[in-house]
């Protein structure tokens, strides 16, 4: 904050000094006394720290406090004053020490009076620029603290939503008597700490969200055994030159497992021998992500009002975090549901 005050103090100072000083430069004569026009450069100096003062009080104490619809004709009344003093000013010192300025006098006041009201609009434009601008930062830090709690509330919301979900099948697993429940809960546990620890930052690292869903679909499987054919690559072969890339790709915490949740969610209940495919592929900073399974019409249409949830949750983060770089298609086509989500992680 120090240094931004620094620097905008450095340009001011910059900005009057070269304003101050190149008349000097280019258009005085040293024979002339530096004088500028009818102008001595001595009175000139005098003038330009009057219209500086002008300047700065018009910009920091009339804009901010008088200029809205409240207190606009104190603004005026106080703006013609101000002019009027500085006008004034330069009136009485030109007079009193140098009257020799006002041979000519058309064009002596004409430089007077027109500095300051040259001056005066100059420091409007300028507070007016400054008041946008800064109105603008505001609008776009309010917009970034709507966006952070959504999401907040959002990952809030997706936690428990999977939690029960994966209660449910640890319960199952219980009923069963089986011997897969303690690997369960220890793959539980490491789902908790992710949920926990990992997901408190904007965003994580693709290979974490990837070993996510391998925890995930593999508790699955635990709970399921040969029940349903679960075809998952998640985490296809890379080529040396670009698996370090994977690392340095970021994405939204539990972003994806919506989609598998939703998969399992309906797809268990086909008759037949259910099926699951899961697959996720990256290129160049696109993500690939398609999750398909089979359902039945209607003994999914049961559970529209539980596991819209999670299709809700995640459509609304894509929305928030990649309005422009992410396309989302669902689909039905004969028994089978498909989702594919094509994602800019760069």
Not at 1 to 18: A, P, T
Request: glycine residues 4%.
């Amino acid at each position: 904050m120090r240094s931004l005050l620094n620097n905008k103090l450095f340009i001011h100072i910059l900005v009057w000094s070269l304003l101050t000083l190149l008349p000097f430069i280019f258009f005085s004569n040293p024979a002339n006394h530096y004088s500028l026009g009818v102008i001595p450069g001595v009175l000139a100096l005098i003038m330009g720290a009057i219209h500086i003062t002008l300047f700065y009080t018009q910009s920091q104490f009339l804009y901010p406090r008088f200029f809205n619809r409240k207190y606009w004709w104190l603004y005026v009344l106080t703006a013609l004053a101000l002019i009027a003093a500085s006008i004034w000013l330069k009136c009485l010192i030109t007079v009193t020490w140098f009257p020799e300025a006002l041979k000519k006098k058309r064009e002596a006041y004409g430089l007077i009076v027109g500095g300051s009201v040259d001056m005066f609009a100059i420091s409007l434009v300028y507070s007016r620029i400054r008041h946008n601008i800064r109105r603008d930062r505001r609008q776009k830090e309010l917009e970034a603290q709507q966006l952070a709690t959504e999401l907040k509330f959002l990952r809030s919301q997706i936690s428990p939503h999977f939690l029960f979900n994966v209660l449910t099948n640890l319960v199952s697993l219980a009923r069963k008597r089986s011997d897969q429940l303690e690997p369960s809960l220890i793959m539980l546990s490491e789902l908790m700490r992710y949920m926990l620890y990992d997901t408190q930052g904007k965003k994580v690292a693709l290979p974490i969200e990837i070993r996510y869903l391998h925890s995930y679909i593999d508790l699955q499987r635990l709970r399921f055994g040969n029940d349903v054919k679960i075809t998952a690559d998640i985490e296809p072969e890379q080529k040396p030159e670009t698996a370090g890339i994977a690392q340095l790709l970021v994405i939204e915490p539990m972003l994806l497992i919506p989609f598998v949740e939703n998969a399992f969610k309906h797809g268990i209940t086909t008759a037949g021998q259910p099926e699951i495919s899961i697959r996720l592929t990256v290129k160049e900073g696109w993500m690939h992500f398609e999750v398909s399974n089979t359902f039945e019409e209607g003994v999914t249409a049961g559970k529209e009002e539980h596991t819209g949830l999670g299709l809700n949750n995640v459509r609304t983060r894509l929305e928030l975090l990649y309005p422009d770089d992410h396309t989302l298609t669902i689909r039905k086509e004969a028994n089978w549901f498909h989702i594919v989500l094509t994602l800019k992680l760069i």
